[in-house]
């Protein structure tokens, strides 16, 4: 059975920082792109972010890039998500989800697998 589970999400003041974790298992980490998506109460869900865990190549939204970085400990199944100079309109539940055999892309109905979501709130 495969499970992601996310951990990491606070509640943080506006500016500051937070790390995000998504480990994986029941899967061949190597073989798949792990994308970080999030979704803001009233509003769609957005794809933010994603890496292959294959080549290590990422992409990052508009939205994120320039503050987030995302990264990949294959020895760990665990994917990292890093926030700085968060702002309240980063307040949304986070989700990472597992795509297998796609090209980079943060396009959430071609992902097979999520975990379910951990919470970040910034406080203004």
């Known amino acids: 059975e495969v499970q992601l589970v996310e951990t990491g999400g606070d509640l943080v003041q506006l500016g500051g920082s937070l790390r995000l974790s998504c480990t994986a298992s029941?899967?061949?980490?190597?073989?798949?792109?792990i994308g970080w998506f999030r979704q803001a109460p009233g509003k769609e869900r957005e794809g933010i972010s994603c890496?292959?865990?294959?080549?290590?190549?990422?992409v990052y939204e508009d939205s994120v890039k320039g503050r987030f970085t995302i990264s990949s400990d294959n020895a760990k199944n665990t994917v990292y998500l890093q926030m700085n100079s968060l702002q309240p309109e980063d307040t949304a539940v986070y989700y990472c989800?597992?795509?297998?055999?796609?090209?980079?892309?943060?396009?959430?109905?071609?992902?097979?697998?999520w975990g379910q979501g951990t919470q970040v709130t910034v406080s203004s």
């Open positions: 989800a597992a795509a297998e055999g796609v090209t980079l892309t943060t396009y959430g109905p071609l992902y097979d697998y």
């Open positions: 029941g899967l061949t980490f190597e073989n798949y792109v």
């Open positions: 890496i292959s865990n294959t080549d290590g190549a990422t």
